[in-house]
């Protein structure tokens, strides 16, 4: 208001992403989904009308273009936004030049190979003959063979050069991009699998033979493909034999989409793992050896960098200046903390977390303390000066100094003078000393700027550095030994070794031996690893089948009983696993927050009875405390700070910052000078003895424990705070171990019930399927077997009640053919009696004639005797026909077979009806002109006669009757097929066709 300075807002120079882009995003995604789907119903459409080949053409040459429009233009423009499209994450060539390129061309590839699988007429093929199959068949072979030769290319370069974790077991350390990233080569490795569906599943089925053959040709692709890296060759060609292999032994069979994806989700798996595993250790040990070289110096080449680039900033800064003029600008600590928190937040942010920064004022007269206990006090330049002259090398045109045999750390020094009007020097000196606890557990994570920090690729590792084979320094879990002499190798500078379980990384710089390690990978990390590979690719091979396939809402709910007992099983262990899971993780996290709690009340009491041993006696205390054994008070709190490995703060009574063991928390503004209002407000106003909350910087929540400190009479001195963010990262570390053993632990328990359940629910409906079918192929008149069944449980009672059912059955159906068979030859009789009776009643009036005739003494009667004789023999000759006709029926002919052109007789048969009325005859012969058999002529005969005659006869009256005649050649066997169109035999006599 009165022209005062009051604040300043600065806008980052560069727009940070808003979750607003996801709006448009999505929308484009859907868009280009869209676009997609319409392309391939509009190929589809014109593969209908044209030739497929120009579609599947015109296909891939739109999706070349639209990638190549997207490659060049980078529109849409939101896309590139993202860090998916960034070269950040990885980048190939020009042609990949980030993972969102490769996904994009993936999804292509993946989208033209269902096409060309769809679309592709293969059936053209295989009407060419014998040669042109093999041909075409051997030329999508190779281009299987090559797509798998481009997939492993893709999959390694994206594991080698990108800065990805595919390490699957590292479940909280991956990212959405490394499942992106995987996705994308799933899509990829579609290819091959869709050439290979091609040719088993609509190519038919070639000779075993053949497809040896061509699995040969291609596998000699693959072998000039990567003949000069036989680690990736030899594994490589077990996957595709194994891939190729799997779909040429299921595609022609029953098994089942599922146990096919099951299959083949398995092999990937096991692939996937190994060159994950292999690869991934490759690249970890490079990035070591380079960070291993990097420590093995103290000169940090990048610090120096920097120094160079700062220094004419710092040497001519007019603000610094005037902070330094006034005579008596060191009478109170305010000043130091001014001009430090001024150099700190100017020139020394970003890379700098990785040193400890200290500003050192004084005079040309003045006398410095150093050390504890009984310090020596020594002239403030006197004392620079003799450590730049021992062990300093000024960095060329600067004055920071590289100060040496700081038992492997890196130090600089950085001096400036500034004289006054009473010729008064005063001295500037600037500490920046490397810390290796910045990757160390504990180390506040609030101070290490990722971005630039040298040592956060060591967090999760084991370091140590030795001097002249002594240990110097050492972090991690490994037990390092005090000297490097069983480590180092004579012969070469690096060494790479494996050793009580950890695999260790070596280099000798001179005097200087730098050993990174890292844990063993166990037999429970390779099982997690597969667990979590194989769900991913089962979950996303069925996705594929469920949108390509796209089966009905009915299909989905008719399912049998097999598959509803698996999903049943399935769902209730998996519901149970995740609920298991979720209430151990909650609870164990609970139980970690307790011990926490209970840790930093602990230190809490402890921290208060040593601040009390040195400050009970004072009746105030102020920022500028100091005693013998300490230059200040933060002095005091940074040595508590370090004992009893906690940040330590204290407030005045007002809640203004007196004191802290960490001053880079406040200068960069992380945390406010002010203690929270919450805990002055329970701690002054509700008069609270102790109080605990938790509070957050950022994205980090930590836990904050507050007490008032008391005099030795009883007067409030100030507030004690204890914030736990020092320690956050442990916490974090054990919640996320938990969190990763859960979750392994809870998958692979998921992986084997989804086993257990197929196994389980095959087990149990087995006898089901094995009681169908045997109830499937009962039939009357058709002998059944026994079902054998050794159990004695429900499903061995069906089965015994199923044995005696077919025993009852068989001896009704018995029975029945005994009572009808009596039935028929009772109706037979009859109408042989019927039949009889006929001849005999004339016969009989004939006889009573030819006598009433005798004794009537008939003239003629020679004449009528002649007559009666006539007519008696043709009585007697009908009924030799009846009894000829009914010994015929009782008893078949003999054979008399022969050879018979089947072609000819079946025609000479046909010439007998060829006259019929409203009759057509459909003929198909075979190419043969002649088909020998050896039969019966006239059984033959009259078979074929009968049935073109019952064929005729079942034509309706005033209906065009079609008789179709087929004629088949089966190995040696011949099928004659004879059809007609007519009513067909009527449903109440059809049960009765084979009786007599």
Not at 873 to 884: G, H, K, M, R
């Amino acid at each position: 208001m009165n022209g005062d300075f009051l604040f300043t807002l600065l806008f980052p120079s560069k727009k940070e992403t808003s979750y607003l882009i996801y709006i448009p995003l999505i929308l484009w995604i859907l868009a280009f989904a869209s676009f997609i789907m319409l392309l391939m119903s509009l190929i589809n459409f014109i593969s209908g009308k044209t030739n497929n080949y120009i579609s599947l053409l015109i296909f891939l040459v739109i999706l070349i273009l639209v990638y190549y429009l997207f490659l060049k233009t980078k529109q849409p423009a939101i896309f590139y936004i993202t860090e998916l499209f960034s070269p950040y994450r990885f980048s190939l060539n020009s042609l990949i030049p980030s993972l969102g390129h490769l996904i994009l061309m993936s999804l292509m590839a993946a989208v033209f190979s269902y096409v060309f699988y769809r679309d592709f007429p293969i059936a053209d093929f295989l009407k060419g003959g014998k040669v042109k199959t093999f041909i075409s068949s051997g030329l999508l072979m190779l281009s299987g063979a090559a797509s798998i030769g481009i997939f492993h290319y893709l999959f390694s370069q994206l594991i080698s050069t990108s800065n990805m974790n595919f390490e699957s077991y590292k479940v909280l350390e991956l990212s959405w991009f490394s499942i992106a990233a995987f996705i994308g080569m799933l899509l990829f490795l579609l290819v091959p699998v869709f050439i290979l569906l091609l040719i088993f599943r609509k190519g038919g089925s070639p000779k075993w033979y053949e497809n040896l053959f061509l699995l040969v040709i291609s596998m000699v692709l693959i072998l000039v493909f990567y003949y000069d890296d036989l680690t990736a060759l030899i594994p490589l060609l077990i996957f595709w034999i194994a891939m190729v292999l799997s779909v040429w032994l299921t595609a022609g069979r029953s098994s089942g989409l599922f146990n096919t994806t099951v299959l083949l989700s398995l092999l990937f798996g096991l692939y996937s793992l190994y060159f994950i595993t292999i690869l991934s250790e490759e690249k970890v040990t490079e990035n070591l050896k380079i960070q291993a070289v990097a420590f093995s110096t103290e000169n940090d080449p990048e610090a120096e960098h920097l120094l160079l680039d700062v220094w004419p900033e710092i040497s001519s800064d007019t603000i610094l200046k005037n902070m330094m003029m006034p005579e008596s600008f060191n009478a109170h600590r305010e000043d130091v903390d001014r001009i430090s928190n001024y150099i700190s937040e100017t020139y020394f942010g970003g890379y700098w977390g990785n040193y400890n920064f200290n500003v050192v004022l004084c005079s040309n007269d003045e006398m410095l303390s150093i050390g504890s206990g009984k310090p020596l006090i020594e002239n403030c330049f006197g004392f620079f000066d003799e450590r730049i002259k021992m062990n300093g090398y000024q960095l060329t045109g600067t004055g920071f100094y590289f100060i040496d045999n700081q038992g492997g750390r890196a130090y600089y020094l950085g001096r400036l003078f500034y004289k006054t009007g009473s010729k008064i020097t005063h001295g500037l000196f600037i500490e920046l000393y490397s810390d290796v606890n910045v990757f160390q557990p504990g180390y506040s994570e609030l101070l290490l700027d990722k971005k630039y920090h040298k040592y956060a690729g060591l967090k999760d590792y084991s370091f140590s550095k030795y001097i002249n084979g002594e240990i110097v320094l050492q972090t991690g879990e490994f037990p390092y030994d005090k000297t490097d002499a069983e480590y180092v190798d004579k012969i070469s500078d690096y060494r790479i070794f494996t050793s009580d379980k950890f695999r260790h990384v070596l280099y000798k710089n001179g005097a200087a031996t730098v050993v990174i390690s890292r844990p063993c990978m166990t037999p429970g990390d390779y099982m997690i690893s597969f667990a979590y590979l194989f769900a991913v690719i089962l979950i996303f091979s069925n996705l594929v089948i469920l949108i390509t396939r796209m089966p009905s809402l009915r299909s989905l709910t008719s399912l049998n009983f097999r598959q509803k007992l698996q999903i049943s099983f399935t769902g209730i262990l998996l519901f149970a696993f995740i609920m298991i899971g979720l209430v151990v993780s909650i609870l164990t996290i609970r139980q970690y927050e307790l011990k926490h709690n209970e840790n930093i009340k602990e230190k809490l009491n402890s921290v208060y009875l040593e601040l009390e041993s040195k400050l009970a006696s004072e009746r105030r205390i102020s920022t500028d405390w100091r005693n013998s054994s300490y230059a200040s008070l933060n002095d005091f709190l940074v040595r508590l700070s370090n004992i009893f490995n906690t940040d330590i703060n204290l407030y005045d009574l007002n809640g203004y910052l007196i004191a802290t063991s960490r001053q880079e928390i406040f200068y960069r503004d992380l945390i406010s000078r002010r203690i929270d209002n919450l805990a002055l407000i329970n701690m002054k106003d509700f008069t609270r003895s102790e109080y605990l909350q938790k509070e957050r910087i950022g994205r980090l929540e930590y836990f904050s424990a507050y007490v008032p400190f008391y005099n030795n009479e009883g007067q409030l001195l100030a507030y004690l705070n204890l914030p736990y963010f020092r320690m956050q990262s442990v916490l974090a570390n054990e919640i996320s171990t938990l969190l990763v053993a859960v979750i392994n632990f809870t998958l692979l328990l998921v992986v084997i019930t989804m086993s257990l359940s197929v196994f389980i629910s095959g087990r149990l409906t087995a006898p089901l399927t094995m009681l169908s079918e045997g109830l499937a192929s009962v039939a009357l008149g058709k002998k059944s077997e026994h079902l054998r069944y050794r159990g004695s449980d429900e499903i061995g009672e069906l089965v015994r009640q199923y044995n005696s059912m077919l025993d009852e059955l068989e001896d009704s159906a018995r029975k029945l053919t005994n009572s009808e068979r009596e039935y028929a030859w009772r109706e037979m009789a009859k109408q042989i009696a019927h039949e009889i009776k006929n001849p005999l009643t004339p016969m009989k009036l004939n006889v009573q004639q030819l006598l009433k005739s005798w004794n009537d003494r008939v003239p003629e009667f020679d004449k009528k005797l002649e007559n009666f004789s006539k007519n008696q023999i043709e009585y007697i000759d009908n009924l030799s026909t009846i009894a000829t006709a009914f010994s015929s029926f009782a008893k078949m002919p003999g054979n008399n077979p022969a050879e018979v052109d089947l072609t000819e007789q079946i025609r000479t048969s046909l010439e007998l009806y060829r006259n019929s009325d409203n009759v057509r005859f459909d003929v198909e012969w075979p190419h043969e002109t002649r088909v020998i058999v050896f039969a019966d002529k006239e059984h033959l005969n009259g078979i074929f006669s009968n049935l073109i005659k019952n064929a005729i006869q079942s034509v309706p009256p005033g209906a065009e009757g079609i008789i179709g005649i087929r004629m088949e050649i089966r190995s040696n066997k011949i099928l004659v097929t004879i059809s007609d169109n007519g009513t067909g035999i009527p449903e109440e006599l059809r049960t009765k066709d084979v009786y007599p």
